[in-house]
């Protein structure tokens, strides 16, 4: 082979490398780009409805991203009040859509929020309470049951069908063995 040979098969075969390298270069970049922007659209657009209420400084109904945090609705509702008692709810539960917010008030002068035996009274109109048909009011005359664990027991009941007995109701979240004991004798399932 000659040296205008050797010189010829030279620039062919860079040619040759550097035409495959400028071909394959645009096509990884534009496969990339497509799947960033769509990642970017999805996240950005899912809005949840979120009610929240109680302890907060402008309750109402919220839409936030589909990835918020409960902190994140108590921002956006302007805070919390000075009297919220924040450590009663889970701060970093996620928001779904449909989600009701409660935030509690904290309880002036009580030392230990559960409910001893002692604590036992009559409703105030003499008569058991069926928790299968009773308001949320109207569990709050139970002792040791405020609004927000009454909104607690009908939100259960609503989504799991009526009670088919009393003990059922320790399934409800807040109602643990001491405050069953307190309201047990005044609370019937018809």
């Known amino acids: 082979m000659t040296n205008r040979e050797k010189y010829l098969v030279g620039i062919i075969i860079l040619l040759i490398g550097a035409l495959l390298f400028s071909l394959n ?10 799947s960033i922007v769509i990642e970017e659209k999805e996240t950005g657009s899912i809005k ?52 009701k917010i409660l935030v509690p ?8 929020p559960l409910i001893t035996e002692t604590d036992q009274v009559e409703p105030s109109n003499g008569k058991k309470i069926n ?19 009454a909104e607690k027991i009908v939100s259960y009941r609503e989504a799991n069908g009526p009670f088919k007995s009393i003990d059922e ?16 004798d005044l609370i019937v399932v018809e």
């Open 25 to 34: 270069r645009p096509i990884r970049e534009e496969e990339k780009e497509p």
């Open 48 to 99: 949840v409805a979120v009610h929240i209420g109680g302890a907060v400084r402008n309750p109402g109904l919220y839409y936030l991203s589909a990835d918020s945090r409960v902190a994140d609705a108590i921002q956006a509702a302007g805070g919390s009040t000075p009297d919220a008692d924040l450590d009663a709810i889970n701060l970093a539960a996620k928001v779904t859509d449909g989600l």
């Open 105 to 112: 008030s904290k309880m002036k002068g009580a030392v230990n």
């Open 131 to 149: 928790i299968n048909t009773a308001s949320a009011k109207e569990l709050e005359e139970l002792p040791g049951i405020g609004p927000v664990l």
């Open 169 to 184: 109701l320790k399934k409800v979240s807040g109602i643990g063995e001491k405050r069953f004991e307190a309201i047990k």
